[in-house]
């Protein structure tokens, strides 16, 4: 008797643990089809369908994520919609807050913490709300995938929009460096409006140039001062003297002579000098170089130019 008792227990718990696995697979099956429709909704461009599309968009990834409350991906796409809904400045999204779209992102962190994607959003979204986490989660994002262009991509255009010119042009170069197989005008297209109100920055897109201009630098220029990285990239190095100084100016790698700028030509009072690194340079890297001037000279200003072919 004792033993039939044992083994209707048995059966019960077991059917029990099937019907939950069963429930489990229609639920999150439920949930995995919501998520690929949602993915699949193409934004449109007319403001009033656009309303339309974020309330059917938002509404299905909702159900995804109730029915599965522990997929990071639901959650962080939730958080798109809604980040997305919110910077369109649509009237019929004004409910939409700041704190949910945080709270979504931290989630999806939390539950795939080594997912640089999520950290990069997340650390984009602060910086949209001027937020001071918005480094962090973004060099995370960098530490986890650091050779994925866009992470510094948008870490440049962080930089950017609080006034960081040199590590803003690093990581442009960064940019250019890891997503060297993408047109650099889709790279561009996304800085260059950023790049507009730079102090230091401009970008000529007839001439297909980005550049970096210092002033006064003083007679001297280590590269690591100005954040350049440790990468092999064709850059154009320009110095401007006075002519009545008319000096030797030399580039060094690890204090070793590499060799020697070439007067070009003058403007006005000015002289320039110019050396181009190239790639076919093997073992230069940007930051082990150094320009010095002999005898030592102040330097009226020095530009550092990326050209694109």
């Known amino acids: 008797m004792k033993e039939k008792n044992i083994g209707s227990l048995f059966l019960i718990f077991m059917s029990t643990v099937i019907v939950v696995f069963i429930v489990a697979i229609f639920f999150n099956l439920k949930a995995y089809i919501l998520y690929e429709k949602t993915l699949s909704m193409k934004a449109p461009i007319v403001k009033i369908e656009k309303i339309n599309y974020y309330n059917d968009a938002i509404s299905f990834v909702s159900q995804a994520t109730i029915l599965n409350r522990l997929n990071a991906d639901y959650l962080a796409l939730k958080a798109d919609l809604l980040f997305s809904a919110l910077s369109e400045n649509l009237s019929s999204m004004e409910h939409i807050k700041e704190k949910e779209i945080e709270n979504l992102y931290i989630k999806a962190v939390s539950f795939n913490p080594i997912n640089f ?9 602060y910086a949209q709300v001027k937020d001071d986490k918005a480094k962090n989660e973004m060099l995370k994002a960098i530490e986890l995938y650091p050779t994925y262009y866009r992470n510094y991509l948008y870490f440049s255009k962080y930089c950017l929009k609080n006034k960081k010119e040199k590590e803003a042009f690093s990581n442009i170069l960064l940019t250019l460096y890891y997503g060297r197989n993408i047109a650099w005008r889709n790279v561009m297209k996304e800085v260059k409006e950023d790049v507009r109100g730079s102090a230091s920055l401009y970008f000529d897109e007839k001439k297909r140039q980005l550049g970096f201009v210092v002033f006064m630098p003083g007679p001297e220029i280590d590269f690591k001062k100005y954040n350049f990285p ?16 008319n000096p030797e100016i030399s580039l060094y790698k690890n204090n070793h002579l590499f060799g020697h700028f070439k007067k070009t030509f003058s403007e006005g009072e000015t002289d320039i000098y110019e050396f181009s690194v190239t790639p076919d340079m093997i073992d230069i890297y940007l930051d082990e170089l150094t320009v010095k001037t002999h005898p030592a000279q102040g330097i009226e200003k020095i530009e550092f130019v990326k050209k694109f072919k």
């Open 230 to 245: 440790h990468i092999n990239i064709a850059l154009d190095v320009k110095i401007y003297m006075k002519k009545s100084e």
């Open 117 to 125: 994607e999520y950290h990069l959003k997340l650390g984009w979204f």
